[in-house]
C-alpha cells in the first residue's frame, strides 16, 4: 500500500518553463488537495479536490492550474515558473468529508526556480 | 474553517509529559479539531482528532473544553522524536466538505 505519491522528488526549472507536478493515491479518497510550504513556514492550500470532477481555489492559486484526472490522479501545474514558486509541495488525500477520517500525505516535491 | 491560534514554540523535558494548546473560539458545530505533525519537512503525520469528546490513541491525548473553544494535545511521555512543529486544525466533518487549512503550529522542541 503507497499511500500518496508524488513525483518528482526534487526538480529545478528555469524562470518561464512549465511543469507538472504529479500525486496519485491508492486508498480510493474522493479528496485531494495539493499545498506547497515555504521555508520556515506552514502550508498553504493552493487547490483542492473534493471529489472527481470537481477542484477548487484555495488560499495561494495564482500561478497554478490543477487537473483531476480521475479519482487516484490530482495533478499541479505551473505554466511559466517564477523564482517565487519556488517551494516544496505537498500533495495529500481523504476522505474528510465523510467518516472524518486523516489526510495522507505524500513526501513532497522540491521545487527550485532559477 | 475557524482559524486557530498556537504558540509558535514550546520545550518540554524527556520522559515528561507534553501539553499543546489551541484556541479554536470560532469553530462551528460541525467542526472537527484535527491536530498533525511534521517532522523535519516530511509530509505531515495525522495525529488525532475529536468532536467533542476527549480522544485517546496510542500516539496522544486530545481533550477539548466543554465550550469547545480550546483543545490541548497530550504527549504523556515525550521522546526526542517527538520533536517537529505540531498543527492544529478545525475542520468540517460529517456531512460537509471539510478542506484542511494549516496555521504556522506550534514548534516543540524535546530535550534531554
Known amino acids: 500500500n503507497a499511500g500518496v505519491t508524488q513525483t518528482p522528488k526534487f526538480q529545478v526549472l528555469k524562470t518561464g518553463q512549465s511543469m507538472t507536478l504529479q500525486c496519485a493515491q491508492d486508498m480510493n479518497h474522493n479528496s485531494m488537495y495539493w499545498y506547497r510550504q515555504d521555508p520556515g513556514m506552514g502550508l498553504r492550500l493552493i487547490y483542492y479536490s473534493a471529489s472527481e470532477g470537481t477542484t477548487d481555489k484555495g488560499e495561494v492559486p495564482n500561478g497554478y492550474n490543477v487537473s483531476r484526472l480521475n479519482k487516484r490522479e490530482f495533478s499541479l501545474r505551473l505554466e511559466s515558473a517564477a523564482p517565487s514558486q519556488t517551494s516544496v509541495y505537498f500533495c495529500?488525500?481523504?476522505?474528510?468529508?465523510?467518516?472524518?477520517?486523516?489526510?495522507?500525505f505524500g513526501q513532497g516535491t522540491r521545487l527550485t526556480v532559477v | 474553517d475557524a482559524k486557530t491560534t498556537q504558540p509558535p514554540s514550546m520545550d518540554c523535558a524527556e520522559g515528561r509529559a507534553a501539553n499543546l494548546p489551541c484556541n479554536h473560539s470560532t469553530i462551528s458545530g460541525n467542526e472537527y479539531v484535527y491536530w498533525y505533525r511534521q517532522i523535519h519537512s516530511q509530509g505531515p503525520q495525522y495525529i488525532i482528532h475529536g468532536l467533542k469528546n476527549n480522544e485517546t490513541n496510542e500516539m496522544a491525548s486530545l481533550i477539548i473544553t466543554e465550550d469547545r473553544k480550546s483543545s490541548t494535545l497530550i504527549l504523556p511521555h515525550a521522546t526526542l522524536r517527538d520533536t517537529a512543529v505540531y498543527y492544529c486544525i478545525a475542520a468540517a466533518g460529517g456531512t460537509s466538505y471539510g478542506k484542511l487549512t494549516f496555521g504556522q503550529g506550534t514548534i516543540l522542541t524535546v530535550h534531554p
Open positions: 495529500a488525500s481523504s476522505e474528510l468529508g465523510r467518516g472524518n477520517t486523516e489526510a495522507f
